[in-house]
């Protein structure tokens, strides 16, 4: 026993004084915090990365023209993905890290070919980070994105979170992305950004896709419907809403804040139906009408023609996806597997033709609980 209890004491020891010996040091690394896929002209695959560069970091906020000695775009092409990350590594005198990674970004070529195959190298890396936020770019490549100097940050990668929680999205990880492929009732919406003519970015909605044909790119949505199908899903935080008030010869904005969703799952007739719910609650920013909105009667006038016009546009924008692209983006199959597990079983295997023909009613209840500083408009 007692030899025992020594042989343990002198093995902690040793491993005590040796240390990690196959830790790699923060100056052995090249930290990448994005990402992105794209196929050049002639079909090759290209990787690019966004790498920090750790002597140009500081303490204190920067101005934009302060960033661009902050990171390095690299990028190589090759046969198939690791070729073209093992080609931007040979680029690198240190290894590429991407425990850090904020943003993965592909190219709409890329998207439009199919990402399926192509993306599982960059998700099976043991420390690849699935908490990043994933996005399409739109008539541009990742690594135009990359090189974008942003005005507040140090990097774009942090200016393209930023945004999208700022106007009210959540967001889109890369596990999500994963859980959705790998459901069997929800294809993936992936939000889109896109390069303007000024050499900048801007957040250009979603892209719809179709896990089944490889993950492939089959169409977009703007921001006004990726706000409502986001909506419906449940990953929207706040938004604006304005609707016209024809009689009264104006419009109201309503900025909602308290949103909520319900999708409720019924068999009439034999036949499947969808009740989409949606409600929220929220304070009146604009009022161009002659409606006093203290008056009980303008009020429920105008929760009335707000709940109408935008219940018409959901029900649009569900119609359009249903109609034009056929995949369910809202997550109604899962909504079926979860309410309805035995019918589920007997449409899943169709659920692509079920979904395009599915009867789907829509209600919504918006309330305004705040009118805002004034009472009424102050031109009378």
Not at 65 to 88: L, P, R, Y
């Amino acid at each position: 026993m007692k030899r025992t209890t020594n042989l343990c004491i002198a093995f902690l020891f040793l491993s005590v004084t040796t240390g990690c010996w196959n830790l790699e040091e923060p100056d052995q690394l090249s930290f990448v915090t994005g990402a992105g896929l794209d196929l050049t002209e002639d079909g090759k695959l290209e990787a690019s990365y966004l790498v920090v560069l750790p002597a140009s970091l500081g303490s204190g906020q920067i101005s934009g023209g302060e960033n661009k000695n902050s990171f390095q775009v690299m990028s190589a092409t090759g046969k198939n993905v690791s070729d073209a990350m093992v080609n931007v590594q040979s680029k690198l005198s240190r290894k590429v890290f991407s425990g850090h990674r904020d943003i993965f970004l592909v190219g709409q070529r890329l998207a439009e070919h199919g990402m399926g195959k192509t993306i599982d190298p960059f998700l099976r890396i043991p420390k690849s980070e699935m908490r990043s936020m994933i996005y399409v770019v739109k008539n541009g490549k990742p690594k135009d994105v990359f090189s974008i100097v942003p005005f507040f940050d140090r990097f774009i990668t942090t200016s393209l979170s930023d945004e999208q929680k700022a106007i009210g999205l959540k967001p889109y990880l890369a596990r999500e992305f994963v859980v959705d492929v790998l459901s069997e009732g929800k294809q993936p919406l992936v939000p889109v950004v896109g390069l303007n003519p000024s050499g900048h970015y801007s957040y250009r909605g979603s892209g719809i896709f179709n896990k089944a044909d490889n993950v492939k790119l089959v169409g977009f949505l703007n921001m006004k419907e990726t706000a409502y199908a986001r909506w419906i899903t449940n990953d929207l935080t706040r938004v604006t809403l304005t609707s016209s008030i024809p009689k009264e010869d104006g419009s109201i904005s309503l900025t909602l804040h308290s949103l909520d969703q319900n999708i409720h799952v019924q068999k009439i007739d034999e036949q499947l139906q969808i009740t989409v719910q949606l409600s929220g609650k929220g304070t009146i920013i604009e009022n161009t009408t002659n409606l006093d909105p203290t008056k009980q009667k303008d009020l429920q006038l105008i929760q009335d023609e707000l709940n109408q016009k935008n219940q018409k546009l959901v029900h649009k924008i569900i119609k359009k996806v249903q109609e034009e692209y056929k995949m369910d983006i809202f997550g109604f199959g899962e909504q079926v597997h979860q309410q309805s597990p035995q019918q589920w079983k007997s449409l899943k295997q169709n659920w692509t033709e079920t979904f395009s023909q599915l009867n789907v009613s829509v209600k919504v209840d918006l309330q305004c609980t705040n009118l805002g500083q004034t009472d009424s408009s102050i031109y009378p």
